[in-house]
């Protein structure tokens, strides 16, 4: 009964916030006070399942990312764990689903990749210490047969490898861009990775399953040979041949 109760003055304070895909929300005006129905409603919610409340939300974020009526809602508490609150009809109430956890997390953005209603979920994490050091997306995707999140890939940002004492050290750095790239109608993660100073493009591409980087030239190869003015494809190929060496 509880958590319907406060399932119902969630739908209303993120009603409150006057958009569908609000993105991630500052403790400010409408956002405090979902802020704290949030962490109320994790609270009671992982109690009552025998597990650690943990003590701070310290991130938050509304999309509508699957086909429900309500828009979903990502928390992450103690900057380490992430939860996605997804509208559960037959019970009436927003019900659990633990996303990343371990190390530093925030809540990154929603890609719109394929048709329809699903959103693909970006987790940002940190993780590594003094000699290697990682940040990048885990991206989550909703999964209709089994009424949850599901993660579908990883897309490293940043990297800092500095190898044993003396060696030289390694820095690559990822920007993400969005564009339709193959035939077929989702469309691709398309990535600007920087080492060492000298740039090139990465792409992934969705297909049904993973999200997962393309590494086969005969994928850009297709495409170039029906779009042979594809800078993307062309790029996306040169980019796979700087890297093989």
């Known amino acids: 009964i509880e958590t319907q109760n406060l399932s119902t003055d969630l739908v209303a304070l993120v009603g409150e916030l ?15 006070r979902l802020s704290d129905y949030v962490h109320n409603y994790l609270v009671l919610y992982l109690l009552d399942a025998g597990r650690d409340p943990g003590a701070k939300l ?15 809602i ?74 949850t999140y599901e993660q579908v890939g ?9 190898g044993i004492e003396g060696a030289a050290s390694v820095s690559l750095t990822r920007s993400l861009d969005v564009d339709t790239i193959d035939l077929d109608p989702d469309r691709e993660v398309v990535v600007t990775c920087t080492v060492s100073g000298k740039s090139h493009v990465d792409v992934w591409d969705w297909d049904g399953t993973s999200l997962s980087r393309v590494r086969d030239p005969a994928w850009f190869e297709k495409i170039l040979a029906k779009k042979p003015n594809s800078d993307r494809a062309a790029e996306g190929l040169f980019g796979l041949g700087i890297e093989r060496g």
């Open 18 to 32: 006057k958009t569908v895909n609000p993105g991630r929300v500052k403790r400010e005006g409408a956002g405090e």
């Open 58 to 72: 310290s991130d938050l974020a509304v999309w509508d990312t699957n086909p429900d009526n309500e828009p979903e």
């Open 74 to 147: 990502f928390a992450v508490l103690d900057g380490s764990r992430a939860f996605a609150l997804f509208w559960e009809k037959t019970q009436s109430r927003y019900q659990l689903a633990e996303l990343a956890s371990g190390g530093k997390i925030e809540m990154g953005a929603a890609l719109d990749l394929s048709p329809g209603p699903e959103k693909f979920i970006a987790v940002r994490y940190e993780r590594g210490g003094d000699l290697y050091e990682e940040k990048g997306y885990q991206l989550y995707r909703w999964a209709q047969a089994q009424l």
């Open 154 to 162: 990883v897309i490293p940002l940043e990297i800092k490898d500095r």
